[in-house]
């Protein structure tokens, strides 16, 4: 289905405030580790944490119904059989039906914190422990947060996440381990085309939502070279899909082997360091907050989380609906950038497995609540959603 483009941005994108600092507590995330492994995507920070714990062949990983193709497309690479467990409707572990499917031969269980918020870590860490498997923290969409007073990430024998769903880059992945030592891991640069596609994308994607008007008028400027030079790096450069970069959580792309070695860009982990982490924070617990107070009390939907805990920084606004095709149409089509976390669930998994999952891969619709969101732009997308679960 072609919807036109979004008309405000999906992901972060970047901006002169991206640099502000606000006031504010110390954000616990997973940039806490002592050792952090930046590397192109979150799924190939999952394949490499695999590798570390010399999972392959003849062994089972257990992962949740209630996810997407980059969560099973490494258990796959490493030639290892992805079980599939039950979630309950507020997205926490189901441990009895985790449990009913151990074996000898079961290695791992993945867990994700669903859209920010955490799961129960002390109950699910002490069920690894006490069945001797390992945990493997997805923090794709809790890039920031806190369990208990310990930073997400922290409970798992590796932890995984998606840095470019947080920060204003185009790849980008993290693994750490507060269990196990990442040292040896050794990483290589994928070159000065991708370094360079890396540092355009960034940039662009600026541009393209007005967000760099100074750099824009600078490099669009009254220099006809420099607009000539752009181009013709835009045109050689960020259209070679295949070669240069993962692309990944927004490209929807599959699993490439040879992103697994590669370090994630310079521009990346230099962004990653310089952009403010408590703008981040701040900004996207506001808008969430806004969200719950002007979507409240519409027909025909409710609140997957209707509350915002402390050391909660969330990934995004998840509202489920009933008709939901019928309503992500309709968003789509007004240029609402909705996003359905497991769309597309695993093939190989019965649907009869978690009802409850298939259920939220169809009614949970996810608004952005980023930190680059304007707030005319929240104002806006707010208005849309409440015209379209009007009509
Ligand atoms: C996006 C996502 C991933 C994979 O991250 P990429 O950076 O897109 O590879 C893994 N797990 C979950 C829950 C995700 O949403």
């Known amino acids: 289905m072609d919807y036109p483009k979004p008309r405000i941005p999906t992901f972060p994108i970047l901006s002169l405030q991206s640099f502000a600092v606000p006031q504010g507590e110390h954000v616990p995330s997973i940039l806490d580790f002592p050792l952090v492994k930046f590397?192109?995507?979150?799924?190939?920070?999952?394949?490499?944490?695999?590798?570390?714990?010399?999972?392959?062949?003849d062994d089972k990983v257990l992962l949740p119904a209630y996810h997407c193709a980059a969560m099973v497309e490494p258990i796959i690479w490493v030639g290892a059989t992805p079980v599939f467990y039950?979630?309950?409707?507020?997205?926490?572990?189901?441990?009895?039906?985790?449990?009913?499917?151990?074996?000898?031969?079961?290695?791992?269980?993945?867990?994700?914190?669903?859209?920010?918020?955490?799961?129960?870590?002390?109950k699910i860490r002490n069920f690894c422990d006490e069945h001797r498997i390992f945990l493997l923290e997805d923090c794709a969409h809790s890039f920031f947060g806190e369990f208990e007073g310990r930073p997400l990430g922290s409970f798992g024998d590796y932890a995984v996440a998606s840095s470019m769903k947080f920060f204003p880059i185009y790849?980008?992945?993290?693994?750490?381990?507060?269990?196990?030592?990442?040292?040896?891991?050794?990483?290589?640069?994928?070159?000065?085309?991708?370094?360079?596609?890396?540092?355009?994308?960034?940039?662009?994607?600026?541009?393209?939502?007005?967000?760099?008007?100074f750099l824009q008028r600078l490099?669009?400027?009254?220099?006809?070279?420099?607009n000539f030079i752009w181009d013709t790096l835009k045109e050689r450069i960020l259209k070679e899909k295949s070669t240069l970069g993962p692309g990944a959580s927004e490209g929807g792309f599959g699993f490439e082997a040879k992103w697994v070695s590669k370090r994630s860009a310079l521009i990346s982990t230099y962004l990653i360091r310089k952009v403010s982490k408590k703008r981040i924070a701040e900004n996207r617990r506001q808008n969430y907050v806004k969200f719950l107070?002007?979507?409240?009390?519409?027909?025909?939907?409710?609140?997957?989380?209707?509350?915002l805990p402390k050391g909660v920084f969330p990934y995004v606004f998840p509202l489920v609906v009933d008709d939901p095709e019928k309503r992500f149409r309709a968003l789509k089509n007004a240029g609402i950038p909705v996003i359905r976390f497991g769309e597309f669930l695993w093939?190989?998994?019965?649907?009869?497995?978690?009802?409850?999952?298939?259920?939220?891969?169809?009614?949970?619709?996810?608004?952005?609540?980023?930190?680059?969101?304007?707030?005319?732009?929240?104002?806006?997308?707010?208005?849309?959603?409440?015209?379209?679960?009007?009509?």
């Open 39 to 57: 590397v192109t995507s979150g799924r190939v920070a999952i394949a490499l944490a695999l590798q570390q714990m010399k999972i392959g062949k």
């Open 86 to 122: 039950k979630i309950h409707p507020d997205t926490s572990v189901d441990l009895e039906d985790v449990r009913s499917r151990l074996d000898s031969s079961t290695k791992l269980i993945l867990v994700a914190h669903y859209f920010g918020f955490p799961q129960d870590m002390a």
């Open 171 to 213: 790849e980008g992945g993290c693994l750490v381990s507060s269990r196990h030592d990442l040292a040896s891991l050794m990483l290589t640069s994928a070159g000065a085309g991708f370094e360079l596609k890396a540092m355009l994308n960034v940039l662009e994607k600026g541009f393209e939502y007005g967000r760099l008007p």
């Open 219 to 226: 490099i669009h400027g009254p220099l006809r070279l420099k």
């Open 293 to 307: 107070q002007t979507l409240t009390g519409l027909p025909g939907c409710y609140f997957l989380f209707p509350d």
């Open 347 to 391: 093939e190989g998994m019965e649907a009869t497995t978690c009802k409850t999952s298939v259920d939220l891969s169809r009614r949970v619709l996810q608004f952005p609540c980023h930190q680059e969101l304007s707030q005319q732009e929240m104002a806006w997308m707010i208005s849309e959603i409440r015209t379209v679960l009007l009509s």
